[in-house]
């Protein structure tokens, strides 16, 4: 028996603000754990303490309480906390979940040292947070088929629609579109949430620095999608001014579920049968086909894509960014820093284990550009893959009741994407910066080529949740391109023929694939030319060369025709290709030829009419760039130019004016679509008209 002396919180004496110190008899044990606070928030609670020196781990114990805090049931040990948890020792938390939201529990957590048990901490009691929404408020009372049955049933696709279209009707902050339908003809539902409410169209929602959640790609690891369910309730009725101001400045998109058929037959594939998430670069399936062009035209900045991860040695939230050796350095670096930084850290204060992907020393997480983390990070994308551990584990014993597993997966996804959503507002701005620089970088097609292999994944330095991140997954030699083409030239059989890779009757071309990703094709006369300087250069070549490990054709690569100087006057007829070059004097581009510049330095005004594609990218131009009645793309992304630049009269796809510095003014008048900057603003000394007056 110790004899401790408390600080009471009475109410300080008025001439010395001194408090009353009251003397209190308490049984303190050896290593008994002292400080435990819990802290309610939806679906866990934040239990925490101060450690005791030597520890081995914590076990965490609950026991469910009536109103006048007696047992109703037996205690159980719910968790077991370990070093590897979180990134700092000196303040240990632990995220118990799994109960039942609005009962009432008691918790004491003990230290032990090996398997030796110490004595418990004095108990805490309290009531869990009921159900998100207070029952009597129209909107708020919504509740989904899962929570209704307390986890024992996932919502269905019936019940799913249903609780989509009252949300979409009672709630002026969102608008659900419909963005494709499954092989089975189930529609693939969008919220579109913003405040006070969401912007009309893609290119305003885009304007917006929207983010991304991907909830259910695998049809039977449904617990992301029921959090994403319960997150667009939150956002469409909440009153918290902290998320009205983010939904006020960024719009959230969450696609609760692009398997509608597999999550009806509870399969990880399509009706098909086709991994979802192996399908997203190469897109032979509609539901896929539907979720890129959605990227293509709501163009998200962040995303994370949801999953769960039949491991139950592994942390509650393994994470993992966009490896592929293709995406731009900055993408990665602030996907990292999304996991590392943010998640880790919050983490670690709130109880729940983040950790790499893999991080039981597990051969996952690799550079296969199909799956959406590769394919979104290709697409310049700050992302993040998402697994819920599928089972409890030895760090919480408690899991291996199905209800309290299920809750625990559900809640746990639902703090990661509020969470997202908070870093995502806390750094918008480094995001669109790297967002730009890699939109630039990829335009200006230089360096190598990987066909497959990724960035590493090192460990966090310790004490760290990642022990054992993702294998190295170093690119092979014979899977390097050091020099790329220019271009790749696809034979109309290649660009418009008919494809057996999809379900039946639902095949698609490779001129339609292109067209959803969203990429610049130049017809010529004997062809297609997909030029490499756009902004999604790192993923082009894995679709279209003959080494692509998972391509759709073998194009033909189209090599540089001028690295070098050339003096005086340049006339294209055909198709030319600078890369690398000096040219002292004007360039003329005539009727139907076609001009691909990257990294050349021009000393001359530029002047192209009538061309069948006109594309400049990472070069410096001394006078004039004017491109007039361009027939196909007009792409012109990270020039320095000295000298006006007019864009008039194209036709077809609108064209791409983005990062440039121009002195002098910008013009842009009679093009048939109205030309795009891809949120990546051009700085321009003059003024800026008509169609180019907000880039």
């Not at 076609?594 to 006109?614: E, H, K, Q, R, W």
């Amino acid at each position: 028996m110790l004899a401790v002396t408390l600080a009471a919180t009475a109410q300080p004496a008025q001439a010395h603000g001194q408090l009353t110190a009251t003397t209190v008899e308490l049984t303190v044990e050896p290593n008994q754990v002292q400080g435990l606070t819990v802290v309610q928030s939806d679906g866990y609670a934040t239990l925490a303490w101060t450690p005791v020196d030597g520890a081995t781990d914590y076990q965490i114990e609950r026991t469910p309480i009536a109103a006048d805090d007696t047992a109703t049931g037996n205690p159980v040990i719910v968790g077991l906390w370990r070093p590897n948890r979180q990134i700092n020792n000196h303040a240990p938390t632990f995220a118990d979940a799994g109960f039942v939201p609005g009962e009432r529990f008691q918790w004491r957590v003990r230290a032990r040292f090996g398997t030796e048990a110490q004595p418990y901490s004095a108990p805490v009691t309290g009531t869990t947070n009921a159900h998100w929404g207070d029952p009597n408020t129209p909107g708020q009372n919504l509740r989904t088929q899962w929570e209704d049955t307390l986890g024992a049933q996932y919502t269905s696709d019936v019940n799913e629609y249903a609780y989509t279209a009252a949300i979409d009707e009672l709630s002026e902050r969102v608008r659900v579109v419909e963005i494709g339908r499954t092989i089975q003809n189930r529609p693939i539902n969008m919220f579109v949430i913003g405040y006070p409410t969401p912007p009309a169209t893609p290119e305003a929602v885009a304007a917006t620095n929207p983010l991304l959640v991907n909830c259910n790609v695998h049809g039977n690891e449904p617990g992301d999608r029921e959090a994403c369910f319960i997150m667009a309730r939150q956002l469409a009725f909440t009153q918290d001014p902290t998320t009205l101001d983010r939904l006020s400045k960024s719009t959230m998109l969450i696609l609760p579920t692009i398997n509608g058929d597999g999550r009806a037959a509870n399969s990880r594939g399509n009706s098909t049968g086709q991994d979802l998430n192996r399908d997203y670069s190469l897109i032979r399936q509609p539901e896929t086909q539907a979720f890129v062009e959605m990227v293509r035209d709501y163009r998200p900045i962040a995303s994370y894509d949801g999953h769960e991860y039949g491991n139950a040695n592994t942390g509650d939230l393994p994470m993992l960014s966009p490896r592929h050796a293709n995406v731009a350095q900055g993408i990665f670096d602030e996907s990292q820093d999304m996991i590392e930084g943010h998640m880790y850290t919050e983490g670690a204060k709130d109880g729940w284990w983040a950790c790499p992907y893999g991080c039981t020393g597990a051969s996952v997480g690799l550079g296969e550009e199909t799956i959406l983390r590769n394919t979104l990070g290709l697409k310049n994308v700050v992302n993040s893959l998402l697994e819920l551990r599928s089972s409890g584990g030895p760090t919480r014993p408690n899991e291996s009741n199905t209800g309290n597993n299920r809750r625990r997966k559900t809640y746990s996804a639902l703090w990661t994407f509020n969470q997202f959503m908070a870093y995502h507002s806390a750094n918008v701005g480094d995001i669109t910066k790297a967002r730009a620089d890699a939109i630039k970088f990829q335009s200006a097609n230089t360096g190598r080529i990987v066909f497959r292999g990724s960035r590493p994944i090192p460990a966090y330095p310790a004490p760290h949740p990642g022990d054992t991140p993702p294998p190295v997954d170093a690119p092979r030699e014979d899977r390097i391109l050091n020099q790329p083409p220019c271009a790749y030239k696809l034979t109309e059989a290649q660009y418009n023929g008919a494809r057996t890779d999809g379900p039946s009757g639902r095949q698609t071309t490779v001129a339609q694939r292109l067209a959803a990703h969203g990429w610049k094709v130049i017809k010529v006369a004997d062809g297609y030319l997909v030029p490499l300087s756009q902004p999604e250069r790192g993923l082009v070549p894995l679709l279209l060369d003959e080494q692509a490990v998972e391509g759709l054709v073998a194009g033909e690569r189209i090599a540089p025709t001028l690295t070098g100087t050339h003096n005086g006057p340049l006339t294209v007829s055909g198709v030319a290709c600078l890369a690398g070059a000096t040219v002292r004097g004007p360039i003329t581009v005539k009727a139907g030829a076609t001009l691909i510049v990257n990294g050349t330095s021009i000393n001359g005004p530029v002047s192209a009419s009538g061309a069948a594609g006109f594309v400049l990218t990472d070069s410096t131009v001394s006078g004039p760039v004017n491109a007039t009645g361009t027939r196909g793309p007009v792409v012109l992304v990270g020039n320095k130019v000295s000298g006006p630049v007019n864009v008039v009269n194209s036709v077809g796809s609108a064209p791409l004016v983005a990062g440039n510095t121009i002195n002098g003014p910008l013009s842009c008048t009679g093009n048939s679509a109205e030309p795009v900057n891809l949120e990546v603003a051009n700085s321009v000394s003059g003024p800026k008209f008509s169609q180019c007056g907000r880039l």
